[in-house]
């Protein structure tokens, strides 16, 4: 009992206070049942192109094994500033303000451990990615949840931020398109919350790592709003839209002063990025556009079938605008997220994720990420609709 104890006190507080991810027990028990189709998990179907991976062999024939420099190597820099300047028409200097991180993950773990004070606050737009609050906490500072509703197709309302704005108040997350909503920001709101930011001089971090999945309209870069480049770290990575997730590999664009802090506790705690790994991103960003064009179509093209066939078998959901996920309303059920997620894994064994794990917002809705095949689609929305029917609670 009593080793128990001191288990418990040898850990730092802030390690104790925070929760383990809600979706990792019902994975713990998908994972033992047969026939499981899984809406569950947030990463491509694709495997990474052939050429990227082949770069990436390359290097490693070619004996590149060791350190690159901190902020990651001076060609992919480059790259990625290219990148951002082709595709969201932002300036960004390779020497001094992009840093190559260990995933996007990385990125926002340095963006909040080099901005934060003990008792900042952090405004996080909810539901959302399920790392960012545990985040701020473990660099001392408070998360401040602003939800989202269906209603407003989970676009934030600007007026929301405001109210929440306190004189702790440090800066925003967003991310847009958004996981788990697949909501994006207008250019109308986007610019409202950058009046707010100026006026509080706040900090944004905008995790942009579905960029590249907008599907109908077309992606604002936070930073490309005027003057916003000086307040705004973006986030971004190789993850999603290059199909890239277990190559841990993301990176981040601030001013000067907020990337050299970066790279300040990145060089002492990671030294660098993986090189192998860089050279196959430099692959990417060069010659990848195309492949990317192919994947975003067939996410579109899946979204479509998803968000058709749902409305056909009773699940309400509406549109998402781009990454690969939609949030589907259950409320009608009067269950929990939770519940109905458990019930349809035991009943029907199809995998979603409840909505709570999202944050303030996310309860009556699941999250299904449609990056699988057409296939399973189509197999678990006709397993969901029986599942729906048997309950007698089909929506509308
Ligand atoms: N941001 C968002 C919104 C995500 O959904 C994810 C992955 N699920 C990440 C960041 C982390 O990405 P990475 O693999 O680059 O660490």
């Known amino acids: 009992m009593e080793q128990t104890a001191n288990k418990q006190t040898r850990l730092s507080q802030r390690v104790r206070s925070i929760q383990p991810s809600g979706i990792r027990r019902f994975f713990d028990l998908a994972s033992k049942m047969d026939n499981v189709i899984s809406l569950g998990v947030g990463e491509p179907d694709f495997v990474t192109p052939w050429n990227v991976r082949e770069a990436s062999i390359s290097s490693l024939e070619r004996g590149m094994t060791a350190y690159t420099a901190n902020a990651g190597l001076l060609e992919l820099r480059v790259a990625i500033s290219d990148y951002m300047n082709n595709r969201f028409q932002v300036d960004y200097n ?90 994006t920001i207008s250019r109308a709101k986007l610019e409202q919350i950058a009046t707010i930011v100026k006026t509080h001089d706040l900090i944004v971090f905008s995790d942009e790592i579905y960029a590249e999945l907008s599907y109908e309209k077309d992606h604002v870069c936070f930073s490309s709003l005027p003057a916003m480049k000086e307040q705004t770290i973006v986030i971004n990575g190789f993850s999603k839209a290059f199909a890239m997730t277990g190559w841990r590999l993301g990176f981040v664009l601030a001013p000067p002063d907020l990337l050299d802090a970066m790279l300040k506790i990145h060089q002492y705690s990671l030294m660098c990025a993986p090189t192998m790994a860089q050279y196959g991103a ?22 479509n079938f998803f968000v058709k066939t749902a409305k056909e078998i009773g699940l309400p959901c509406h549109k998402p605008d781009g990454a690969f996920y939609a949030f589907p309303s259950i409320a009608h059920t009067g269950w929990t997220s939770e519940e109905f997620a458990e019930k349809l894994l035991i009943e029907e064994r199809v995998a979603v994720v409840p909505g709570s794990v999202f944050g303030k917002g996310g309860e009556g809705h699941i999250r299904c990420s449609y990056a699988t095949s057409l296939v399973n689609l189509e197999e678990a929305l006709k397993r969901i609709g029986r599942f729906l029917e048997a309950h007698d609670i089909r929506g509308n």
């Open 94 to 183: 390779p020497d001094n303000e992009v840093l190559v991180t260990v995933g996007a993950s990385e990125a926002i773990d340095l963006g909040m451990r080099s901005i934060i004070n003990p008792g900042d606050e952090v405004i996080i737009v909810e539901p959302t990615f399920v790392s960012y609050a545990p985040l701020v906490s473990m660099a001392g500072g408070v998360p401040v949840a602003v939800g989202t509703t269906a209603a407003s197709h989970f676009e934030v309302l600007p007026e929301d931020i405001e109210a929440a704005i306190t004189d702790k108040t440090k800066a925003i997350m967003i991310c847009y398109p958004n996981n788990p909503t697949g909501a």
């Open 282 to 303: 430099l692959e990417a960003m060069r010659n990848g556009m195309e492949d990317i064009e192919k994947m975003t179509l067939s996410y579109q093209q899946r979204r």
